[in-house]
């Protein structure tokens, strides 16, 4: 478990001051792949970096399950053992217990040009006392959990993108951490070998009962593998739910947003901005998203015999997540004034959740 409590960071320039973190709380339950999403500048990375003290926050606490807590207070960083009730002043020791449970992984792979696959690997294992023959060992085994056994002995030169990727999943798996930090590790690759290294974390996650704490600023990424997901904007968490009910049901013009850009049915938006004259004055065109309690039950037809109107299907979409079906259409809705409303007082009163996006 990892629980961050009441972080803050700024950052203070010449010319100005930076609140990258105001206030922010989240919960992250062992064995969760638990996503962070938002635009640049909306204070994940810096978030992420503060869980291992890459980057020291202005003030509140870090608790990870097995390590113990750091707080800030006045500037100033106290320890706290797990099952200890004693604070001590935080040292170059305690973060090398912390960050030895937390592997962390970047865009741009940070690999050594010069060194083959297998000693960019062995690199932080040199540094723990283990001797050669424990650390081939161990280099194979991680070649072999990233599927690059072929590639032992090439150079960082010779890979794509993705086989890159999964050196440094591979060295930052390398002292067994329980915890992984994914800063954007999926933003420089092309959609082939994002969905690889996607498909490779979430086969850790499940082998290894790895916690991954995944930043990005993609949706789709959220949607393919996190369990639980924040939504960030200017330092704050202004969303934070289980993935399914977020995409579902999202709170936040923000959060909206951003499920629309990962949904077919975020379309709709350029058609309109297009002025395509989609709705005369009879018409009213309706955004739809049928949860999994009615995803499958007839409701247009139903809607269209019951109040007479036709419903017609501009887009349309499903998609499982989780386990679970979400369906979403794009309607455009005729007939009499009052039969529209009822149409869509009558979805609504099935749990069918409603846009209207524009009436004629």
């Known amino acids: 478990m990892i629980e961050l409590k009441n972080l803050s960071k700024t950052y203070v320039s010449p010319d100005e001051e930076i609140n990258a973190l105001q206030d922010v709380s989240i919960r992250v339950e062992s064995g969760q792949v638990y996503g962070i999403v938002g635009y640049s500048g909306a204070g994940k990375s810096t978030l992420v970096r503060c869980i291992n003290y890459l980057e020291k926050p202005d003030a509140g606490s870090i608790t990870i399950d097995g390590i113990g807590s750091i707080t800030v207070k006045n500037g100033v960083s106290f320890y706290r053992a797990e099952g200890s009730e004693t604070e001590v002043k935080l040292t170059e020791r305690h973060l090398k217990a912390l960050r030895k449970n937390l592997g962390m992984i970047f865009q741009h792979f940070n690999l050594l040009d010069r060194s083959t696959v297998y000693d960019n690997i062995a690199y932080p294992l040199k540094y723990t006392g283990r001797d050669r023959e424990s650390i081939r060992k161990r280099v194979l085994e991680l070649l072999e959990l990233v599927d690059l056994t072929d590639k032992v002995n090439a150079y960082p030169s010779e890979l794509s993108g993705g086989q890159k990727q999964r050196v440094a999943i591979a060295r930052a798996l390398a002292s067994n951490p329980r915890i992984l930090l994914s800063d954007e590790a999926t933003s420089a690759l092309d959609p082939d070998a994002t969905e690889s290294i996607l498909k490779l ?47 579902s049901n999202p709170q936040q013009a923000i959060t909206r947003k951003f499920v629309g850009t990962s949904s077919g049915l975020g379309k709709i938006n350029e058609l309109i901005k297009q002025d395509l004259d989609m709705v005369s004055s009879d018409d009213t065109l309706i955004k739809c998203v049928f949860a999994e309690q009615n995803v499958d039950e007839p409701l247009v037809s139903d809607v269209s015999r019951r109040f007479d109107v036709n419903m017609n299907i ?39 959740r409603v846009e209207v996006i524009e009436h004629g």
């Open 201 to 247: 974390l979430k086969d850790l996650n499940r082998k290894l009962n790895l916690t991954i704490v995944l930043i990005t600023h993609e949706m789709a990424v959220v949607k393919s593998i996190c369990d639980r997901v924040a939504v960030m904007e200017n330092g704050r968490v202004v969303e934070e739910g289980n993935v399914y009910d977020v995409f």
């Open 314 to 352: 501009y887009l349309g979409s499903v998609e499982i997540l989780q386990g679970k079906a979400l369906g979403g259409l794009v309607l455009k809705v005729e007939g009499e004034p009052e039969n529209r409303q009822a149409a869509i007082d009558y979805l609504r009163q099935h749990k069918v």
